[in-house]
């Protein structure tokens, strides 16, 4: 929620409007279900992802040695998470909205862009450095791992293009569906998640028993993908009334990607381009993660 608030404080808006974002971000349903299920290192990304992006954006604004340091801090500390899947889309992240900024702010001013250029890589040495560690680790581990090769069901047979990865069923099983996309400005519009205590006095023989409320195609869910409308209908003000700032388009087309990616096999086409060639992409599960993106961005917009 701190770096939620000191982000959008940073791009200028009052401090209310940051505190509701703050607020915004910090009680999203779906941060519940990571605590509730165990996915701490998941959570702990998500929640340095505001921090590199106010860093990164002042690294491109001001080009000083203070703000390559304190970039190459956040992103240190998201990369010793060791959530690599947040970490990619954190990345994807940066390059939307880092783009806009620069073509808007440093467009054919040549010394600017070489300083910023020298920076950031100076930075990336940094955070090589300080994560050599559990990268190596990491990349040592991985031919051993499910997500390096090897089968998940042995008694399946593997495609050659999925053996170096999990393979695209495996990879795909949590693709989520565009008529799901409702669960994100309507509360449970699918039912709740897979095991619930129900609590009504409808079905008595049930009370207090542990049931399944949802009903949608995935094979079974522990969390609400849940935004709220108000959060959705203020990003879309933002886009219609603050288009013409660099952030605002970036993080717009980044937003339709994201939930263009997490349709998974049910949009195939573009989610093997990405599955196929981009490297270390197979390595990915869950295609609806992308959707803590979205939620990042819809945050930030409104």
Known sequence: A??????IRYLGLHALAAMMAALGYILLPHFHALIVVGHFAKLRALMWVPFVLLTFLRLIDRRDLL???LFTT??????????????????LLMLFSGLPQVRATLCRQWSKLLKLGGLLAAAVVLVVLIVT????VTRDYAPY???????????????DQDKKGVGFEYA???????????????PKFHGGTSQETYTGSAVPQFRNQMIPTYWGDLPFTQSLEYLSVLLAFLALVAIFFQWERPLVKGLTVLTVLALLLSLGRHFEELYKLFFYY????????????????VAFNVCVLA
């Not at 599960?285 to 992308?290: G, Y």
């Open 2 to 7: 701190l770096g939620m608030f000191l982000l």
């Open 67 to 69: 703000s390559m340091f």
């Open 74 to 91: 956040a992103f240190a500390l998201l990369m010793r998470t060791q959530h690599y899947q947040i970490i990619f889309y954190t990345l």
């Open 133 to 136: 560690q559990p990268l190596f």
């Open 145 to 159: 791992s499910t997500r390096g090769g090897n089968a998940v069901d042995l008694s399946e047979t593997v495609a």
């Open 172 to 186: 795909t099983n949590w693709s989520y569906t565009v008529p799901e996309f409702w669960n994100l400005i309507i």
């Open 278 to 293: 981009l490297p270390y992409f197979d390595k990915f599960r869950v295609p609806m993660m992308i959707l803590t993106l």
